[in-house]
T-cell receptor, first 112, second 113 residues
Framework: LAKTTQPISMDSYEGQEVNITCSHN???????ITWYQQFPSQGPRFIIQ???TKVTNEVASLFIPADRKSSTLSLPRVSLSDTAVYYC?????????????FGKGTKLSVIP | DAGVIQSPRHEVTEMGQEVTLRCKPI?????LFWYRQTMMRGLELLIY????????DSGMPEDRFSAKMPNASFSTLKIQPSEPRDSAVYFC???????????FGDGTRLSIL
């Protein structure tokens, strides 16, 4: 299964756009990318999912280049409440099985 | 929608004791996942079920760990006998289908003394 690599931590000021990049060099043809957010003492929460190009929802955007070896989660105008750990996953559906693995995540600290 | 419900929220017990963690998935979801989270290893998938059937238990660390899903609304993760290195936060998650986004519970913080 494709291994993911993310920065361990990032700092940002309130109101700025934050981009978190995840590397997944050996992603396979049918794999897709999912991002989760986790606050302290809570379970992870789904943010966004995509296969290629760009996906946008009310929370974030996900950019995936043509080679799909990386992806970037973009959070517009972050606030203090966006301080959390962000996980990038590569999901591999298969006949009768399913593989996924969480990486170590990126700890985002938003500064006033 | 009540979300995924886990119990207990906290468990402290002595090594050697049996520990049972419980999970109620979101109604209508067909897939259920058990995870373990520690500082050292991050979030690890232990086992997942699809339509109440265990599909992949390759993440279960040892035979001391077992999981069951007797019906669509209930699952247990059991550790017997428990050891201090089992101390972690255990999460249960469910999804409508196995490859759909997962909804996580708030976890059980387990401490084995």
């Amino acid at each position: 299964l494709a291994k993911t690599t993310q920065p361990i931590s990032m700092d940002s000021y309130e109101g700025q756009e934050v981009n978190i990049t995840c590397s997944h060099n050996n992603i396979a043809t049918n794999d897709y990318i999912t991002w989760y957010q986790q606050f302290p003492s809570q379970g992870p929460r789904f943010i966004i999912q995509g296969y290629k190009t760009k996906v946008t929802n009310e929370v974030a955007s996900l950019f995936i280049p043509a080679d799909r070896k990386s992806s970037t989660l973009s959070l517009p105008r972050v606030s203090l409440s966006d301080t959390a750990v962000y996980y990038c996953l590569v999901n591999r559906p298969g006949a009768g099985s399913y593989q996924l693995t969480f990486g170590k995540g990126t700890k985002l600290s938003v500064i006033p | 929608d009540a979300g995924v419900i886990q119990s207990p929220r906290h468990e402290v017990t002595e090594m050697g004791q049996e520990v049972t963690l419980r999970c109620k998935p979101i109604s209508g979801h067909n897939s259920l996942f058990w995870y373990r989270q520690t500082m050292m290893r991050g979030l690890e998938l232990l086992i997942y079920f699809n339509n109440n059937v265990p599909i992949d238990d390759s993440g279960m660390p040892e035979d001391r760990f077992s999981a069951k899903m007797p019906n669509a609304s209930f699952s247990t993760l059991k550790i017997q006998p428990s050891e201090p290195r089992d101390s972690a936060v255990y999460f249960c998650a469910s999804s409508a289908k196995v490859d759909q986004p997962q909804h996580f519970g708030d976890g059980t913080r387990l401490s084995i003394l």
